[in-house]
């Protein structure tokens, strides 16, 4: 397995894009939106987990996710792996992967969202709080020391 980050117009985005708007999971089509409009800035940065030339996940390292209006950064988000790699722990090497990357840059402290239980826990985060996303629902506010 491949982890590695995906620059925008490159040809590993043009292959992230259309299987992200394409996974099963209401977040993909966001994940492909960043890549198709290169909106990352400073330390942001697209993540593509690569079983050879197969996706079989990605994520996302951004200033901010879906909570509006608080103060914490950076965050990792849009996290989804592919159902045929579930159970091999590529959620863990996805998260590991940003946060070698972001202690790498200085930071103490991630943060990530989800409306899960007892998923990121066995990953060493914390839950901090629950906010309302901005499309409505609850979601809750994770963290971990770095």
């Not at 492909?32 to 990352?40: F, H, I, N, S, V």
């Not at 993540?47 to 951004?62: I, K, R, S």
């Not at 590991?96 to 409306?115: A, H, I, K, Q, S």
Request: hydrophobic letters at 35%; proline letters at 5%; a negative charge.
């Amino acid at each position: 397995m491949d982890i590695r980050f995906v620059e925008a117009h490159s040809p590993l985005a043009e292959k992230m894009i259309p299987y992200a708007k394409a996974c099963p999971w209401d977040g993909g089509p966001g994940y492909a939106e960043y890549l198709e409009k290169d909106m990352y800035t400073d330390f942001e940065r697209a993540v593509a987990a690569l079983d050879g030339e197969t996706v079989a996940g990605f994520c996302n390292v951004l200033k901010e996710d879906c909570l509006p209006d608080l103060p914490y950064t950076p965050y990792i988000g849009f996290l989804f792996v592919d159902e045929a790699y579930r159970g091999r722990r590529l959620s863990q090497r996805l998260l590991t992967f940003c946060e070698d990357y972001l202690r790498g840059r200085g930071f103490t402290r991630v943060y990530l969202t989800t409306d899960h239980d007892n998923l990121y826990e066995k990953y060493g985060y914390v839950y901090l709080e629950s906010h309302r996303a901005f499309w409505g629902e609850m979601e809750k506010l994770y963290y971990k020391e770095l």
